[in-house]
C-alpha cells in the first residue's frame, strides 16, 4: 500500500511534469494542483500564529521566532508535516527537480516554511540569491477565493513589475535563485489572510540548522 509521503511525491511529480516554462522575466515554471487536496486541508488546519505585519513588512524574513518551519519538532507534532517533508526530501523528486531544472540538489538541505500574511503585509523585490538558496518553490494555500491571485510579483532587473505567478490556488511558482530572479510582494490590499508554503533547497553556509526539515541528513539522503 503506497504511503502518504509517496503519494504527495507522485501528485507533486505529475503537477511538475505537466508544468509551463516561461523564459520572461526569469526563467521559470509554473505548476497546478501542485499538492493533493486532503494535504492542503491539513496544513491550513495547523494552529500556527499569524507573524506581526511590522516584523514582515519590506524585506525578506530573517528572524525565526514567530515563523513556522518544518522542522524536525513540527513534523513530530504535526503530520502533514512529516508526510511532506519527506516527500521532499526523497531522492525521486530530488532528481525530477534536477531533471527539469538542470541544477544540482546533492549537496543541499531541504527547508519548508508556512506563511501567513496579513493587511499591511509587502515584500521588496529580492532575487534569493542572498543566501545560498538553490531552488524555490512557492505554493498558494487555500484561502478565500478573492485571494487566488494573490500569489509572487516577477520583476525585470530595472524592477518593474511584469506578472504575477501563481494565480490559482494550490497553484505554484518554481525557479532557480539567480542574479535576475527579482520577485516580491507589492504594496495592495489583503483581505483575510494570505497562506503560502514556501520550499527551498539550500547549500552550504546556511545560516542555522532550526529551519531546515532534516538537518542531518542531505536532501535526497533517507532520513
Not at 503537477?15 to 499538492?35: A, C, D, I, K, N
Not at 515584500?123 to 494555500?141: E, S
Not at 525585470?156 to 530572479?181: K, M, W
Request: a negative charge.
Amino acid at each position: 500500500m503506497m504511503g502518504p509521503a509517496q503519494a504527495i511525491a507522485n501528485h507533486f511529480g505529475r503537477s511538475l511534469s505537466g508544468s509551463t516554462v516561461y523564459q520572461q522575466p526569469f526563467r521559470h515554471w509554473v505548476l497546478t494542483e501542485t499538492l493533493p487536496a486532503d494535504v492542503l486541508a491539513s496544513i491550513v488546519r495547523i494552529p500556527a500564529e499569524v507573524p506581526s505585519t511590522n516584523a514582515l513588512e519590506g524585506s525578506q524574513r530573517s528572524e525565526l521566532e514567530g515563523r513556522f518551519f518544518f522542522s524536525p519538532c513540527n513534523r513530530t507534532r504535526y503530520l502533514v508535516c512529516d508526510d511532506v517533508a519527506r516527500a521532499f526530501q526523497s531522492i525521486e523528486i530530488i532528481q525530477l527537480i534536477e531533471k527539469y531544472t538542470d541544477i544540482n540538489l546533492r549537496k543541499t538541505w531541504l527547508r519548508i516554511e508556512y506563511t501567513q500574511d496579513q493587511a499591511g503585509y509587502y515584500l521588496q523585490p529580492h532575487t534569493d540569491t542572498i543566501d545560498p538558496k538553490r531552488f524555490t518553490l512557492v505554493i498558494t494555500l487555500p484561502t478565500a477565493l478573492h485571494l487566488e491571485a494573490m500569489g509572487t510579483d516577477l520583476y525585470d532587473t530595472d524592477h518593474n513589475y511584469v506578472s504575477t505567478q501563481p494565480r490559482t490556488i494550490n497553484g505554484a511558482l518554481a525557479f532557480v535563485p539567480g542574479s535576475e530572479t527579482w520577485h516580491g510582494f507589492s504594496k495592495k490590499p489583503i483581505q483575510g489572510i494570505r497562506r503560502s508554503l514556501i520550499l527551498n533547497y539550500v547549500g552550504d553556509g546556511w545560516p542555522q540548522t532550526l529551519d531546515l526539515s532534516f538537518p542531518e541528513f542531505r536532501a535526497g539522503q533517507s532520513a
